[in-house]
Every structure is written in C-alpha cells, then in structure tokens.
RNA sequence: GCCGGGGUGGCGGAAUGGUAGACGCACAGGACUUAAAAUCCUGUGACCCGUUUGGGUCGUGUGGGUUCGAGUCCCUCCCUCGGCACCA
C-alpha cells in the first residue's frame, strides 16, 4: 500500500462492513460460544422515515461497551431488530396513507441499511420484527399462558381513553395526562377490557408481583434513577384500614352503615375530625340506595365530569360539600361530618379519607375552607397497634402499581387469541370458573394470523378494526361447537417488547419461544442499554413478564437484565431535538460527508454518556480532524525510529497509562474521558514523529511499532473501519483487530520516573519541585528542598513554621 | 409540592479533599505552499504590576461552615433540566 494515500472513510467503510458479514466475525455460535456475553440494546420503533442522530447514539454507545468486551475474550452477541407491531407504527402508516404491512416491507429495508452503515457489530444472521408470524405467535402464545394461569383476566372499569388514537391505554402509557404515543389529552372510558395482574398477582411462593419487583431493585445493577422511578411507580404504602360506623345516612341498604378509609398515619386518628369521600364512590352509594339531597346529587355530577381538569389544574382550590350524615370517631367515639370532595381520588386505596388537618396539608387547607374544626394533639404511636387490637381497622398494604391493560382497539398488533361463546357464558362454562364464555385459542392452532383488512382505521368506537371482518371474527367454540366469536382487540405493543430479548439468541428455533439450553447459556442479558424514558414503561414490564416466566419454570432467572445503563438525550445547539422545531438530525447525511467513524466519536466524545450532549457541527469537524491525524501518523510514520531512548520510554509510559485510563472508563461507559486520553497519546506520538521519519527497510522500531499497535487497539470499539484498515493494510497485521486481545497495562510502566511536587504556603500554591520517584515520596527530604527554594524561602522569610503537611509524591503544605 | 440530575472560560466539557479549566471547539499568530486545502507549531479565565525574563490578586450559581487545603464534604438560599404529582 502506499504511504501518501489519503484518508477515505467512504471507500473503508462499506468495504469492512462487507467483510465482516462475510467472515461473520460479529455471529457467535450461539450453542456453542465458550464465554457468552449478552449485549443489548433496545431496539427501535419504526414510526418516522428512518433512524435519528439520538438512536445513533444510543446505539453506538452501546456498540462500543460490546467491541470492548468482544477484545476482553467474550462471545460477545449483539443483535438487533425492529419493534414495528403496534399503535406507533400504524400511525405513521395512517400519516402517510399507506398499508402497515406494505410500509413495513420498506421501512424495514431502510432502517436495516441505516443500522448497517452505523459501523456496529450487530449479529445480523438474527434479527427480528415484532410483526414477523414467527414471532407474534409466541407474543399469543404468552397471552394464552397468561390467561391459563389465571394472570390475564377481563373486567369493565374506567380505563384510559386517547380520542385520537381511538383506543385504551395503559396507565404507564398517560404521560402527565397525555397519550405517550400522539400527546393528546386522555379522556376516561368504561369499557371490557383485558389486564394482565402485574400488580394484584400473587406468586406460587404467595408473594404479590409489586413485592417482588420492589424487592429486586436492591439485587441488580442499573442506573439509579431508574430504581427511583421504578420505586415511586409502584409506590407501596403501609398503613391501616379503619372502619368507621355511619350515623344519621339515609336510604342506605341496611348492610351500608359503614365506612373505610385507608391511612399512612393511623397514629392520627386522635385529630381526625372529619370524613371526606370521593364523588364516585359517592355515586356509587347513589346507585345502590343513598337517599339524598339535589344539591349533593349535583355536585357529585359535576365533579366527576370535571376531574380530569380539576388534575390539570393546580391553582384551582379544593371543592367539596356535606353529605349530610355522619361517622364515629372510633378512638374518641365523636361525631366526625361526612363530605363529598373532588380531592379524594376514587381509585386509590378506598377512596374514602379521615381528615387529619392537624398533620396533613390538605386536609388542613380544605378544613379552611369549610370551617371544618382542626385538632392539635399530638400523634400516638401506639395507635398502630391499638386499632387492629380493638378490632377498629387491620394493617393494609396499597400500591400505585395497577394492572397492566393490555388490549387495543386498534389494527397492527397481533391478535388477542381467545373466543368467547355467549351460550357458554350463559350457561356459566368456559376455560375459567371465574370467566363464563371464555376460552383461549389451543396452542396447536396458533398464530391467530393478522388478517389484511384493506380500511384498518381506527374506529373510536370501542372495538377494533378486526370487528368488521367476519371472516376472522367468526369462529366455532372450542367448548360447545356453537358458533362464537373471536376476540377482535388486539395487545399493547408493550406486551410485543417486553420478552423480545428471550426470542433473539433463539431465533430459527420451531417449537419454542425460547430454546431452553440456548437460553439457559446467554441469558439473562449481561448489559442492556437505551433510554431512561422506558423507566416505568419497557423495563417494568419486561421485569413483571420475566418473572412470570421464572415462576413458570420456563426460565431460571427472575430478572431480564443485570446490568442496565440509561444513556443521556442528546439535544442541539442547546435545544431540544424535536420534529416540531423543525431541528431533527438524520445521520445519514453526517455519514456521507465524515464517515461512520466520525460520528461515532464525536457523538461518544460531546459529553458524558448518561448526560447527553450538545451537537454542533463545527465538533464534527475537530473530530475528523483528529481521525485524519491518526491516520497520517500511523500511515506515513509507521517506519519511524525512536533514536533517543528518554523518547522511547516517555511514550511507553504515555501507552501504559493511556491503556489503563481507557480501559477503566469503558468498563465504567466515559466514553468522553476515555477518547481525550487517547488523543492526548496521539498528540504526543505526533510531536515525537515530527520531521524525523525514517524509511530504512526491515528495520523496525519495537516501541514505536507497539505504540501505534495499542493506540489501535484503544481506538477500534470507536471507530472500527478505520482502524480496521491500518491494523491488516497498512501494518501487515491479523484480520481482525476486533478480535484481537485488548492491550494491557504493566503497572511498573504507569508510574512516571519524575513527578511534580507542589509546595503550599497555607494551601496556596507558592513553587515545585520536578523530583524523581523516590525523592518525592520522602518527607525529610522534600522538607529540605522546599525550604530550599528560592520562590518559597521568599515567603517563608521572617514566619515561623507551626505545622508542615506532606502528601507523599504530590505536595508539602507549610502552614505559617 | 415531592423525588432525582445539574450550575466550572466565548462554547462542549475535565478534575480519588491536594497545581481548577484536561481534551476538544472557536479565535489569534506563525511554519510549509506560487496559492489554497490538508498538516504542523505557539498563544488563549479575568484583572493588576513589570520595557523583557517574571511576579501578584481574584476566580467553579449565592451566603455561611468544616479543613493545613474545598469545584469536590456539611448547612442556607437562587436558578435550571428530568420524573411523579390532590396517592391520604
């Protein structure tokens, strides 16, 4: 090769990449590999016109940590698919008016391409796609079992309702009021509607779900904030039911004439001095014969129609009128007001509350406002117990965590594999004691197949497109062999990537899900990396399924991931990247003109991993820079001889240091602080290089020619081509560098000869030392030598000494 | 309101309680070149003193504290980003 030819990261790049799916050096032999390392990263949605810059990101950060331990000697397996079932992808479809399954032939074509040209080192002998039949007839398969073990069930409640997208919703999936997916404001509906019990389950061992997703937190190794969001989501509260008797309440059926109300604080119980109900429980009262006034019945009306407002808006003060009986205080046996407020959330714990407004805010601010007494008196302790013993109230647990809703009424999602037979139902008969009607499809006959449905829509009616169809929806009970029907909902996407990470290293197997032995070899996933938006949502239903799973014996792990990693939003120029603002990077065009190298390090060097970074494209073009300086170094100086040996040991120490820095921050994802070591060994190569090269043939230099091998090496989880193509080039060395053994540090090198030592007068810098080792660490005689200094004797003149601090190779502080 | 990050040059960002500003961007000057690009070198927190070599003061959102020594630890407040939000 010659040695003036110029950095071309277009002709590198696609030429690796060709090789390296050919050689399949990024394929491990699943059932074979001697040291599997799972290496995850969440895989994309396919709802825009390709992959942005922030996906890059998030895949290139992940990428690096997988090259790097692919060099540490693993089997490292890093595959990747499309997340392209579900209401994102079918309303971009719905966007551009053209067929899901159409669109998903060519977005799957044009998202491979991208991820291809991002340079990572994906297995792409296994993808796949949520909506392949091969993968959503386990996604059924699931919610069969699911509905076997009695974990799926249907009920009627008041569920989450986006107008816009024309469906339900989980509660995970409203985001500050709004639908996750199209931010439209969420409105309540009363619909049938299919749950899964991640949070009223209980496992064989008789622990509920929550319990165990909480307690887990504390075994595994993920970012910390994402634990929190986590903890607060399923927010598990311990305090007592107390029961209250009601007096002076009309109408009511005679076995109504008490009350509960759950509370943290029963240790207050001594200043409750009032009883506040919500208004649907209140309606509900109303429905089964509570007598009462218009004005009540008024009010109540209005603040159910209100409450999704009255959530939204903070400066509104709190609403409430008398419900006109009364309850006894069970601890003080006095007559404590009963009231109907907007306040009290009706689906939390009873939906009833004691007023407390002498130890709680609102209660106090309520009591305010309707001239509700308050009583000081101070909390007992003794309370807790008192009440259970007297047979008041018992100890109660209650969760924020619900069920997990899991049917859409939507079209591109894998169909919900049950039928329900209204003669069963009305018979009373079915799969299920406590489900009449229903039964879920026999394993040997699924996949429910999608059926094309030409105007795939969304209704808004409550059911879904597949309702028209009747062709699919027309089918004979399984129970009686009268005619049925199918279920026409289909599930939640979530449902789709919440065990994706099970079917990977599996992929091509027939008769499972997941093959046990295979599984049994790479999972759980060893690191898994995306981002901390998925906190409550991706990851706490991948923890509940895969749970299940365990409990099942389907499995020998209760959690997914041991290790995960939140990366940082990447924004730019100081903005939010949004499509509204019109400021949307596509990486593409950046690859073109710098090359996937370049990206990949300038996006890995903006800042630190977990934080984020700013883009700008003057950064883009330091890095390239950078890379064309490496190249020339390794390229045009390879020949180069080290004739000075003070040189020669300067840059083995340089190396041996740089090794460890690097090492160390990847191991830990810095990614920033480890390529600024880096180049700052490339700096100091380049100085030694300058205007000495030497070409004298078959003479090398061992120093010079092991330097460049290593900052190779450092640098090839960041930029693979490149180094690719000077380390079997231009080197002459082993295809490939990426499995190659990552270099390492001998600890005698990492240690400079000389260092510098600082010498304080009362913690001010006043002079230094250059001193070799074995000075700087001895006490006396930095002592002496300090003293000695011209620039510090100046400022010790005249002052006596009172104490001497002395910091072994780093500095001697004289306080005077 | 509660729970988490975070506030450091013109900018992105470095700093196990021990030289604040690594590395990079931008800018300025220089080398090479007929020229340009590329590459390389030098400088670059603010202010003050000194004609130069150099010396000094201040400086990590605010105010206090601990310490020989604080960007780092503790307390107060301010701002900002993210999450949850009438959760009893």
């Not at 506040?276 to 429905?287: F, H, L, M, T, Y």
């Not at 009462?292 to 009010?299: G, N």
């Not at 007001?337 to 509350?353: C, M, R």
């Not at 000869?753 to 600082?758: D, N």
Request: charged share 30%.
């Amino acid at each position: 090769m010659q040695n003036n030819k110029q950095y071309d990261p277009m002709e590198i790049e696609s030429k690796w990449q060709k090789i390296w799916d050919e050689k399949k050096i990024y394929s491990p032999e699943t059932a074979k590999a001697k040291k599997p390392f799972y290496n995850l990263m969440m895989f994309p949605y396919p709802s825009a016109e390709g992959l942005h810059v922030g996906n890059t990101y998030a895949f290139v950060g992940a990428d690096i940590f997988g090259r790097f331990t692919r060099m540490q000697g693993f089997d490292v397996f890093e595959p990747i698919g499309l997340d392209g079932f579900g209401i994102h992808s079918e309303n971009y479809a719905l966007k551009k008016g053209e067929h899901p399954e159409s669109l998903a032939k060519k977005t799957k074509e044009r998202f491979y391409k991208q991820l291809h040209i991002i340079g990572n080192s994906f297995d792409w002998t296994k993808t796949l796609e949520t909506y392949d039949i091969d993968y959503y007839r386990w996604t059924q398969w699931i919610f069969v079992r699911m509905f076997k073990e009695g974990l799926a069930y249907r009920k009627k409640a008041k569920v989450n309702w986006c107008p816009s997208c024309r469906t339900v919703l989980a509660d995970e999936q409203v985001i500050a009021g709004n639908c996750e997916r199209c931010s439209s404001h969420v409105s309540e509906k009363e619909l049938d509607q299919w749950f899964f019990r991640q949070a009223t389950g209980v496992r064989p061992n008789g622990t509920l779900y929550p319990d165990s997703l909480l307690a887990n937190l504390d075994k595994i190794d993920w970012s910390e904030k994402v634990k929190i969001a986590q903890r607060n989501w399923i927010g598990r509260s311990e305090g007592t039911l107390i029961k209250f008797e009601l007096i002076g309440i009309t109408g009511q059926a005679d076995n109504k004439h008490t009350l509960e109300v759950f509370t943290t604080r029963p240790d207050t119980l001594n200043a409750a001095t009032f009883i506040v109900i919500s208004p649907e429980v209140a309606k509900k009262w109303i429905n089964i014969g509570w007598k009462t006034s218009d004005d009540i019945r008024k009010y109540i009306d209005y603040a159910i129609n209100k409450r999704g407002e009255v959530n939204r808006d903070a400066e509104r003060k709190k609403s409430g009128i008398f419900a006109e009986f009364f309850a006894i205080n069970p601890l003080t046996e006095e007559k404590i007001p009963v009231w109907v407020s907007e306040y009290v959330l009706a689906d939390y714990a009873t939906g009833s509350i004691m007023g407390v407004p002498a130890h709680d805010e609102h209660d106090r601010e309520f009591a305010q406002k309707f001239d509700l007494p308050i009583l000081n008196k101070k909390p007992e302790k003794s309370l807790w117990r008192k009440i259970e013993e007297e047979g008041w109230g018992k100890l109660h647990v209650v969760y924020h965590l619900r069920d997990w809703l899991v049917s859409r009424q939507r079209y591109w999602g894998p169909p919900i594999p049950m039928i329900f037979c209204e003669s069963c139902a009305k018979e009373a008969k079915g799969e299920r004691e406590d489900m009449p009607g229903w039964y879920s499809v026999d394993e040997k006959d699924l996949p429910v197949k999608l059926p094309f449905v030409e105007n795939y829509q969304p209704r808004g009616t409550g059911v879904s497109p597949l309702a028209q169809d009747a062709a699919f929806y027309k089918v004979k009970c399984p129970g009686c062999r009268k005619d049925a029907r199918r279920e026409t909902d289909v599930s939640d996407t979530f449902l789709d990537s919440a065990w994706y990470y099970l079917r990977y290293p599996s992929i091509g197997v027939k008769d499972h899900a997941w093959d046990p032995e295979i599984t049994r070899k790479w999972l759980p996933v060893n690191m898994y990396i995306g981002g901390a938006e998925h906190s409550v949502l991706h990851l706490l239903y991948s923890r509940f399924l895969t749970m299940v799973f365990k409990d099942w014996g389907l499995t020998d792990f209760e959690e997914p991931f041991t290790r995960f990693y939140a990366h940082g939003l990447l924004i730019k120029e100081g903005a939010k990247i949004s499509k509204s603002k019109g400021n949307i990077i596509v990486p593409d065009q950046y690859i073109e003109k710098y090359g996937a190298d370049t990206l990949r390090l300038y996006l890995m060097f903006l800042g630190p991993y977990d934080a984020g970074g700013d883009f700008r494209d003057t950064g883009i073009e330091g890095v390239r820079k950078f890379l064309n300086r490496v190249w020339i170094l390794c390229i045009k100086h390879k020949d180069f001889i080290l004739e000075d040996e003070k040189d020669a040991k300067e840059i083995l120490v340089k190396m041996h240091q740089t090794i460890k820095k690097v090492s160390k921050d990847i191991e830990n994802l810095r990614y920033n602080t480890a390529i600024s070591a880096i180049m700052e060994f490339v700096n100091l190569l380049t100085k030694k290089a300058q205007g000495k090269i030497k070409r004298a043939k078959n003479i090398r230099c061992a120093e010079w020619d092991e330097a460049l091998k290593t900052l190779l090496l450092l640098l090839a989880p960041f930029t693979p081509h490149l180094t690719e193509e000077i380390w079997t080039e231009y080197l002459g060395e082993k295809f490939s560098i990426h499995t190659t053994p990552w270099p390492k540090f001998n600890p005698e090198f990492v240690k400079e000869e000389e260092l510098t030592l600082i010498i304080q007068i009362n913690g001010k810098k006043r002079g230094e030392l250059r001193l070799d080792r074995e000075t700087g660490n001895d006490a006396t005689k930095v002592d002496e030598l300090s003293k000695a200094n011209v620039k510090v004797a100046k400022w010790l003149e005249g002052k006596a000494v009172k104490k001497t601090v002395f910091v072994a190779g780093r500095l001697i502080n004289f306080v005077i």
